[in-house]
C-alpha cells in the first residue's frame, strides 16, 4: 500500500505565473483534500474533491482551481501567482470524505 | 469562520517531562485530530477522537474530546528527544471531509 505522494517537492516560480501540482491518494482513498501552509501558521483548507467533483471550498480566489481524476489523483492548479501564494502546499487523502486524512510530504513553492 | 486557538504556542522541556496542550475552538466539531509535523515533512495522524467525552491513547499520547465538543488536549508522557515537532489540532465534521487546523504548539525537548 503506498502513501500519499506529491511533486514537484520544491519549486520556484515568478509573479504572474501559473503553477500546477500533483497529488497520488492513497491507495484504496477516493478523496482528496488541499491545504495552502504558511511559515509558522497551521495548514488552511484550499478546496476538497470526492470522486471528481468538488466537495467544498476555502477562503481562496478562483485562480486557485483544481481537478480529481477517475484514478482518484489530483492536480492543484494556480494562475497569477502572486508573492504571497509562497507556501508548502499539502495534499491529503481519505476515504468517503472522511476528515481521518493522510498528508503528503508537501510541494515547497517559492514565488519570486 | 471557525477558529481554533491552540496553546501554548512552544513549550521547552527536559527529556522525560509530561507535556500537555490544548485546543479551544468558537464551534462545535464531531470529530478532534491530533498531528505532529516534522520540519520539511507534511502533519502525521496522532490521534481520531470522534465522540464528546472520549479519551483515547496512542502510546504515550493521551488525547481527549472535551464533553462541550469545542476543545480537546493532548499529553505526552515521559517526553523523548524524537517528540520534538509541532503538534497541531484539527477539528472537523464527519463526512464534510475539510479539517480547520490550528496554529500549532512546537516542542522542544532538550536531552
Known amino acids: 500500500e503506498t502513501g500519499v505522494t506529491q511533486s514537484p517537492t520544491h519549486l520556484i516560480k515568478t509573479r504572474g505565473q501559473q503553477v500546477t501540482l500533483r497529488c497520488s491518494s492513497q491507495s484504496g482513498h477516493n478523496t482528496v483534500s488541499w491545504y495552502q501552509q504558511a511559515l509558522g501558521q497551521g495548514p488552511q483548507f484550499i478546496f476538497q474533491?470526492?470522486?471528481?467533483?468538488?466537495?467544498g471550498r476555502g477562503n481562496f480566489p478562483p485562480r486557485f482551481s483544481g481537478l480529481q481524476f477517475p484514478n482518484y489523483s489530483s492536480e492543484l492548479n494556480v494562475n497569477a501567482l502572486e508573492l504571497d501564494d509562497s507556501a508548502l502546499y499539502l495534499c491529503a487523502s481519505s476515504a468517503n470524505m472522511n476528515t481521518e486524512a493522510f498528508f503528503g510530504q508537501g510541494t515547497r513553492l517559492t514565488v519570486v | 469562520g471557525q477558529q481554533l486557538n491552540q496553546s501554548p504556542q512552544s513549550m521547552f522541556i527536559q527529556e522525560g517531562e509530561d507535556v500537555s496542550m490544548n485546543c479551544t475552538s468558537s464551534s462545535i466539531f464531531n470529530t478532534w485530530l491530533w498531528y505532529k509535523q516534522d520540519p520539511g515533512e507534511g502533519p502525521v495522524l496522532l490521534i481520531a477522537l470522534y465522540k464528546a467525552g472520549e479519551l483515547t491513547s496512542n502510546g504515550r499520547l493521551t488525547a481527549q474530546f472535551g464533553i462541550t465538543r469545542k476543545d480537546s488536549f493532548l499529553n505526552i508522557s515521559a517526553s523523548i528527544p524524537s517528540d520534538v515537532g509541532i503538534y497541531f489540532c484539527a477539528g472537523g465534521n464527519t463526512n464534510a471531509g475539510k479539517s480547520t487546523f490550528g496554529d500549532g504548539t512546537t516542542l522542544t525537548v532538550k536531552p
Open positions: 474533491y470526492y470522486r471528481e467533483e468538488e466537495n
